[in-house]
């Protein structure tokens, strides 16, 4: 079994918990995670900022940020992903998507680090774009906001 929680900073407009569990879910059946724990905490600039100075010693804005909890030769997947709701909108603007695309991609794509996807060469941004936008286009994301 697979166990999705959902924290938001309340001062922020807050995704679909629903939906944030079944995209997670989706992403983790389909890379054959048999059980897991995830969490996903939704936050601010200032939040991520400071987790990425403080465990990768990199001081920038970031969008998300997955820590896999256990090892990845391990079956069952236990992580934390951290979203910045305000960067995820600063990236739609500049890319052009709409708001509620871009935190499903970014869902999408803290769960693909959680199953051992890596970008850091651009071969592997690339491939983890590749696998974003098909998963994008066959998952409900569509309503991740609002009702």
Not at 23 to 50: H, T
Not at 111 to 116: A, D, Q, T
Request: charge should be negative.
């Amino acid at each position: 079994m697979i166990i999705v929680s959902v924290d938001c900073d309340p001062t922020l407009e807050c995704p679909n918990k629903k939906l944030v569990i079944n995209l997670a879910k989706s992403v983790l059946n389909k890379y054959k995670a048999p059980s897991g724990n995830i969490s996903f905490i939704f936050g601010s600039d200032e939040l991520l900022s400071n987790l990425k100075k403080e465990f990768f010693q990199r001081d920038h804005w970031t969008d998300v940020i997955a820590f896999r909890l256990n090892e990845y030769d391990e079956k069952d997947v236990e992580g934390e992903i951290y979203i910045s709701l305000p960067r995820a909108n600063q990236n739609a603007i500049s890319f052009g998507e709409s708001y509620e695309k871009e935190v499903a991609r970014l869902i999408i794509h803290g769960c693909l680090h959680l199953v051992g996807f890596n970008d850091e060469s651009e071969k592997e941004k690339i491939e983890m774009t590749k696998i974003e936008n098909n998963l994008l286009s066959q998952l409900n994301w569509h309503k991740l906001f609002g009702t």
